[in-house]
Nanobody, 117 residues
Framework: VQLQASGGGLVQAGGSLNLTCQAS????????MGWFRQAPGKEREFVIS????????NSADSVRGRFTISRDRTENTANLQMTSLKPEDTAVYYC???????????WGQGTLVTVSS
């Protein structure tokens, strides 16, 4: 599976931004798609994920209530909607996926999200 991330960019604090992840093929129900991020000088961290079959989501405490993930099974895409963005959300965001937890078997290219204060 190849993953292609799009979206990202520069936004002011309090603003919103959407990221999209496109999978290269139809995904099985057992697949988990998610996002990790890496801020400058910090380790890569899990952000949010969604189970392809059930649609059940999981998110890090730092983004819960602000970030939402959804999927379109016919288009093989997942959308990450980020709201109430904070400067500490600034990072390179990576679309990831896998058939088990954590969803880190497949990685897309990173996309930069910059939140200005």
């Amino acid at each position: 599976v190849q993953l292609q991330a799009s979206g990202g960019g520069l936004v002011q604090a309090g603003g919103s931004l959407n990221l999209t992840c496109q999978a290269s093929e139809r995904l099985f129900s057992s697949y988990i798609m998610g996002w990790f991020r890496q801020a400058p000088g910090k380790e890569r961290e899990f952000v949010i994920s969604i189970r392809w079959g059930s649609g059940r989501t999981n998110s890090a405490d730092s983004v819960r209530g602000r970030f939402t993930i959804s999927r379109d099974r016919t288009e093989n895409t997942a959308n990450l909607q980020m709201t109430s963005l904070k400067p500490e959300d600034t990072a390179v965001y990576y679309c990831t996926g896998g058939s088990s937890w954590p969803p880190d078997r497949h990685w897309g290219q990173g996309t930069l999200v910059t939140v200005s204060s």
